[in-house]
C-alpha cells in the first residue's frame, strides 16, 4: 500500500514544482508523520505507564486499607453462621427460671407424667436431634402443670414440624401455642373434650403449614371467658418458613403486661403493645394440633419459662455482677446456640459503653455427669463467651477473663429440672 501511495505522488500532475522539491517535501512529512507516531507512542507508553502506576497504588492502598480494616473488623471475621442467623435478635430471657422441660426424665414411649392430654402424646427421640421430644398426635391439647402465675414473663421452646409428602394445597396443619389463666382447682380444667378450654383469658397463636411454600400465622387472645373476644391479628405470612420444616424451629415468646412479642428462628414475628389482656396472670400452656386427614409429625421440647425482666446493665455495672441462665450450649459442648445471642448483645453493648470495665467471665454447670468433666466443660464454655464477645461483638480480649467452676457451686436443687436450669450459668464478675 504504502508503495502504490509513493507511485501516485511521482506520477501526479505536479508540473510546476521542482521534483527535488517535492521529493524533499515528502521526506520532510515522514518525518513530522514519522515524529507524530513516534510521540504519539510515548504519550501512550506515558498514559499506560500512569495507569500501570495509578493501579498499584491503588492496589497497594486497597492493601493498606484491608490490613487496616482487617485490624479493626478481625473479629468480625469469625462470626459464626448460627449467630448470623440471630443477627437482629434482642430477645432476653427472664431472669428467674420458674419452670422447665426437656422431658429427659421420662420414659420413651409413655406420656409424661405431669403433662395432661384428651388424646395420646408420648416421649421420643429423634434423629440426628439430642435429647428426648414430646409428640404430639393430632387434633388434641396438651397441657403443662401449673406453673407460678406471671404477667411478666418469658416463654421459650423447640418445635419440629414434619409434613408428609406430596400435600396439596387444600391440606392444612395446625399447632396452636396457648397461654392459659385457670383456676387452680377447678375440675373443668381436667376436660378437653372441646376446643373451649375453660381457660378466664388466654393469648395464643396458630402456626399453620399449609404447604412448605405457603405457612401463615395468627394471633388472638380473649378476656373474661371464652366468648369474650379481645385481640385478633389477621393471617400473616411466614415465606422463609419452608427451610424450617423437619428442623428444630426455635420459639420466644416475651410478655410485658399487655405487650406481646415473639420471635421464631431469630426473627421478630410480632411486637403487639396491647394484645395481652390486662392484669391476668397466665399458670398454664398447652399446645393444640390439628389437621385434615394426612398424618403429622408434631414434636416438642426445652421449654424454659423465666418470670422478670434483667436489668443487665444495673447488675453489671452498678451491682458488679451479673448472672445468666441465657448464654445457652448445645449438650455437653461448649458450642454456644445461636438464640443466645440476644443476651451477648447486651453484654456487650453494656461493655462498650463502659470502656474501662473488665470483667471476670465463670462458667457453671449442673451435676450431670463427673466433677472432672463438668469442671473442664465450665471452663471450656467461659471461654467460649469470651471468644464470641471478642469475634462476634468486638470486645477487647485483654478486658477478660476466664474461669470455670464446674457443678461445686449450685444455686438451686439439682434434683429438679428447674434447679439444674439455673444451675447452668455464666456469671459475669466486675474487676
Partial sequence: ?????????????????????????????????????????????????????????TAAKKKTDKK?????????QKKDAGFESYSHYDFIPGETMVYAEDFSQDVVGEFPLKWSTNN??????????PGQWLRLMKDGHFVSPYIKGAGNFTLEFDAVLHLPENVDNTSYADLVIRLMNVPPNDDKARQFFNNSFDSRADIRFTLQPYTDEHTTINLESTSGGNNSGYFRSENKELPKFASCLAKPIHFAVWVQKERFRLWINGEKVYDLPQAVPDKILFNRFEFQTGSSSYDVGYYVSNIRLAEGTPDMRSKLITEGKLVTTGILFDINSDKIKPESSGVLQEIARNLKENNGVKVMIIGHTDNDGNDAGNLDLSKRRAAAVKTALHAQYGIDENRMQTDGKGARQPVAD????????KNRRVEFIKL
Fill in 68 to 76: 487496616e480494616t482487617a485490624v479493626e473488623a478481625r473479629p468480625s
Fill in 1 to 57: 500500500m504504502k508503495k502504490f501511495l509513493v507511485t501516485l505522488l511521482f506520477f501526479s500532475p505536479l508540473a510546476g514544482m521542482c521534483q527535488q522539491d517535492i521529493l524533499n517535501r515528502f521526506g520532510q512529512k515522514v518525518k513530522d508523520r514519522a515524529m507524530q507516531r513516534t510521540e504519539e507512542g510515548m504519550d501512550k507508553a506515558i498514559d499506560k505507564a500512569e495507569d500501570e502506576v495509578k493501579k498499584e497504588g
Fill in 120 to 129: 395420646q402424646g408420648q416421649t421420643v427421640t429423634i434423629r440426628e436431634q
Fill in 414 to 421: 439439682n434434683n429438679t429440672k428447674e434447679g439444674k436450669a
